[in-house]
């Protein structure tokens, strides 16, 4: 397998989408080639950076100050009628 | 290297309650989805837009919408999905009057110099997050994200950050299924590259610019 195939199949590997033989031949590169084995750890390290990562929280504040004004529009709303999605 | 685990799981039979009660009128069920919702669309919403205040409006908008609009959801995918979809052609709306000189569309497809090809392979040190404080991690990752094509971050935020599955991406932003994973791919190998000038462990974290 060359470096360009195992790229192409990263996010397939990532996600766990792949059949058994397949994961074996990537598993088989990421053995013996450094840079794949780099590439895809800190791939992986990205994802979960993000998705741990605590950027743009909806503040307890603003998000009382949200839902009041949310519920008191759909409430009038009832009155105009259904908007276009 | 194990896979990545997913953050959302499936629907609860819970919100199907919830989702039927509110169409028939029961605004304290709609009121629990908003709660159950609100922080995943402000995100979205934030990520997309890059502004606060737009993000604010989004969230609301998207309610409102979504509750004049229940008679039309059939059901057939999840309330989150469909949700998503309205946030997210909300929070476009909102791109593209802040930045009419930049053409913003989810249909394009973006050739970047830093396309798919790693150049950065140095490996990063072991915990990278802790070379930063929590603020400076904050805004590491903010400035990284935001340097994305819209259409890549987009994609990127539903499926990695929000837990989405690439059907469920796709149908959130009216994108084939091979288009979401091309985007997704290059999403996250876009912002590797940027993220190892931080955490290379060679550089230790601290001559990063």
Redesign the interface.
Known sequence: MKCSEF?QE??N????VIDDRTRAELEDH?AWCH?C???????????????D??????PED??TR??S???T???S?KKS???K? | ?G??QP?LGEPTSEELVLVQAAKAGD?SA??QL??RY??NV??IA??ITQNRED??DV??EA???A???L??FQGQSKFYTWLVR?AV?EALMKLRRRRPERMVSLDEEIKTDED???RE????SPN??QQYS?AE??EI??KT?QGLPSSFRTV?VLR??E?LS?EEAAEALELSIPAV?SR??RA??Q??ER??RY?NKAQGGDTAQ
Request: aromatic share 10%; hydrophobic share 40%; charged share 25%.
């Open positions: 790229l990263l996010n590997y990532l996600d766990d990421l840079n084995y780099v590439v895809c750890d800190t791939t992986k390290k990205t994802i979960e950076i993000y998705r990562s605590e950027i743009y929280e909806l603003l998000r949200l839902h004004a949310i519920m529009k759909c409430q709303s009628g259904p908007q999605v | 290297m896979a990545i953050k605004d709609f009121e908003v709660r609100d922080r402000f995100r934030q990520h993000a604010e969230v609301q309610f409102l919408k509750y004049g609009n008679g039309q309205i052609n798919s090809v790693p392979v140095a490996d990063w990278p997050e929590q991690l904050r990752l903010t994200i990127f990695d950050v837990g690439t994973k997704l791919l996250r190998l912002l590797r993220l190892s955490f």
